[in-house]
Every structure is written in structure tokens, then in C-alpha cells.
């Protein structure tokens, strides 16, 4: 008997801990003067500006494509590029372990209030074996997508962080 009270003592101070306060976001925190935005990017069709697309939906956000009035938000990506670079080679000099790096520079431009610039760099690791060329490609195009997808989330993140009212008041100070 002793060891069930124990036991489920020590559970709840373990449910207790684990549990913490992260929430995601809903659409009551998103301002209103983000549930409607533009995006803008140079190629409505790449990985990139899918995922940003599938990641704004999924908090609700409406995304047009022909504004009718000029006041709506306007998320443009400006430009997103991709590298390898060797980390670790083998002893015959060839490449063991390629660094990727996708980088994000994106602007968020919010009408009478300002251009929030929104950066995002992922990292991923890719072991390269020379044996194996043709499943290192499709590997290497799966971590791409994978880089993709949470770029997108971590931009779409950044986004709804930014805070307009605390510079609706500033204005209204100024």
C-alpha cells in the first residue's frame, strides 16, 4: 500500500513539472490587423512560399492575392538562398559531413505603422557517403523540405510576435 501512494505521489510531481505553460498561439492572440495579408514573394510556386502558405492557414490567417484596399499587411519575401558546406572530410580528402544552411530574409510591412525586417537561418547536418549517390541526392532534397517547412513555421512565428499595439501607442505619443 505504501508503495502505490509512493508511486503515485512521485507521478504527480512528475505530471506537475512536466507540464508547463506552452501554448500555442490561437486566433484570439493574432491582432486583427493580421488576419487578412498579403504575400508576396518571386516565386508564388516554391517550397517556400507553400509552406508559408500552408503555416498561415493553419493559425487562420487569410492570404489574398489582389488587394482591394491598400491597408492590408503585406508579407514579402525578399530572398531565401542555400548552402553546403564541408564540416568533416575523410583521409582521402573527399567530403564526410556537409553543413546545410538555409537563410530567410523576409519583411513584414504593416500599413501607417513600419517594415519589420523577419530573418531565419536553419542548420542541418548531412552525413555524405561517396557509396551511396543516388540515396544521398533524394536524402539531401528531404532535409531540404524538411529545412523548408521549418523555416516557414519559424517565420509565420515571427510574425505573429510582432506587437501592434505597443506601437500604436508610441504613435500616438509622438
Known amino acids: ?83 553546403q558546406n564541408a564540416v568533416s572530410i575523410f583521409q582521402d580528402g573527399t567530403t564526410a559531413e556537409n553543413q546545410l544552411v538555409l537563410r530567410i530574409q523576409a519583411q513584414m510591412i504593416i500599413p501607417r505603422q513600419g517594415i519589420y525586417p523577419l530573418h531565419v537561418t536553419i542548420f542541418r547536418s548531412f552525413f555524405d557517403n561517396p557509396l551511396t549517390a543516388l540515396a544521398k541526392d533524394a536524402e539531401n532534397n528531404i532535409l531540404y523540405q524538411e529545412m523548408f517547412k521549418q523555416a516557414a513555421k519559424q517565420l509565420v512565428q515571427q510574425l505573429l510576435i510582432i506587437d501592434i499595439k505597443k506601437n500604436k501607442k508610441n504613435e500616438k505619443i509622438m
Do not use: W
Open 1 to 83: 500500500m505504501r508503495h502505490r501512494i509512493l508511486t503515485s505521489f512521485l507521478g504527480l510531481i512528475v505530471l506537475v513539472n512536466t507540464s508547463c505553460s506552452f501554448h500555442l498561439y490561437s486566433i484570439a492572440h493574432i491582432p486583427l490587423e493580421l488576419q487578412t495579408i498579403l504575400l508576396e514573394s518571386s516565386d508564388p510556386y516554391d517550397p517556400l512560399t507553400y509552406f508559408v502558405r500552408q503555416q498561415l492557414s493553419l493559425y487562420n490567417i487569410n492570404i489574398i492575392d489582389n488587394p482591394v484596399h491598400k491597408d492590408i499587411p503585406i508579407l514579402r519575401i525578399i530572398k531565401f538562398s542555400n548552402n
